[in-house]
């Protein structure tokens, strides 16, 4: 049985049915914003990927009431008594919508797709993409053919394109809240690293059965958040190498000191959160996981807590350590869990670079 929500009442469909016939829809306004409300959602369960739709939000305040009773009155004679209850429920359902759709303006508050807005460049790179698909299609898809090589290639620099786009467009993010920290432009950077999964996988939701570790229970299915979730798995677990292993390993042939600075022994401490080298990294990095955890805990918690290195290396590797932090809500967690993981990724990255340019020198 469907049940109907209207004027503060819980509606068996016959009798709701019954009290919009007699009542008339255009009794007023409000009454009709109601209807329309309640009998929209089973309507909006036909789209199968949530995710994925458009979602409009209805202007209600700037309805065009005439239209809007015109359009319901007109097809009002649709409903009949011959009819069963439930076509008429639909009948009316659809008139409702149809109503709405014409006379109240909507404003789309989620867009279907991918956020990003492709620029000229991109757009440019995607068609000739489309062009020499269709070429490589219409040969029949030869795999040793030019055709196909010319695809590949502009697919990479597409690839290319985008990516070096969205550098770009993150650091100009970064630099703004460098510049001017604001709490929009730091719920942007959150928002950001939250960063959708394409695919939903319940394979890292376990809380029922046991809790992950926040290292993996963050991690969206993406490539890229999977490696950024095992350099700092590494890093967790100690099998990260730094030149301190190194110089353990090599029975103390290889030398401990930092590659990159020279100033002392490189180990992870060293690397988080002193190396010379990564320092812009790490500032870039660092001061968003700071804003974050101080709006939670307080600048007073921060000062006590984060004064010594080997705490800053425990909030980046493993925060559940914390007392004060171990009350934190869900998305609290899961924000904190994604920028330390970017943190040690961007570290990681950082520092692979400078070791591979010393190497080439
Ligand atoms: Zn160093």
Not at 198 to 221: C, F, M, R, Y
Not at 316 to 329: A, C, E, K, T, Y
């Amino acid at each position: 049985m469907i049940l109907y929500y209207h004027a503060g009442v819980l509606w068996e469909e016959g009798d709701f049915l019954n009290f919009v016939l007699c009542t008339g829809v255009s009794c007023s306004k409000q009454e009709a914003v109601n209807i329309k409300h309640n009998i929209a959602v089973p309507l909006l369960e036909k789209f199968s990927n949530q995710n994925k739709k458009t979602v409009q939000r209805l202007k209600w305040n700037e309805i065009d009431e005439q239209l809007y009773r015109d359009t319901i009155s007109e097809k009002l004679s649709d409903i009949r008594e011959d009819k069963t209850t439930s076509e008429n429920i639909k009948t009316l359902t659809s008139i409702l919508l149809k109503a709405s759709h014409l006379a109240v303006p909507s404003k789309i508050t989620k867009l279907k797709g991918p956020k990003w807005k492709a620029s000229p460049k991109v757009r440019k790179h995607l068609k000739t993409c489309k062009q020499l698909y269709s070429k490589w299609k219409a040969l029949g898809k030869p795999e040793n053919h030019q055709s196909k090589q010319d695809l590949k290639s502009e697919k990479k620099k597409l690839r290319s394109q985008q990516r070096q786009e969205q550098a770009t467009d993150r650091r100009k993010l970064y630099e703004q809240i460098m510049d001017n920290p604001s709490s929009e432009l730091f719920f942007k950077l959150i928002n950001r690293n939250k960063s959708k999964s394409k695919t939903e996988t319940s394979g890292l939701e376990i809380d029922e059965i046991g809790t992950v570790h926040p290292v993996w229970e963050s991690a969206s299915q993406s490539l890229l958040d999977v490696r950024k979730s095992m350099i700092k798995a590494r890093m967790l677990t100690g099998t990260y190498l730094v030149q301190a292993d190194k110089y353990k390993f090599s029975q103390y042939k290889i030398n401990a000191t930092c590659l990159l600075c020279q100033r002392e022994d490189e180990d992870l401490t060293h690397v988080l959160t002193f190396c010379p080298a990564l320092r812009e990294t790490r500032m870039k990095y660092f001061l968003p996981l700071k804003i974050l955890v101080t709006n939670i805990i307080g600048c007073k918690g921060w000062e006590q807590l984060f004064n010594i290195n080997q705490n800053i290396v425990a909030l980046l590797l493993d925060f559940s350590v914390f007392h004060s932090m171990q009350n934190l809500s869900k998305t609290q967690k899961m924000n904190v869990e994604s920028l330390t993981r970017d943190f040690c990724y961007k570290i990681h990255i950082c520092r692979l670079q400078l070791l591979k340019n010393l190497e080439n020198k």
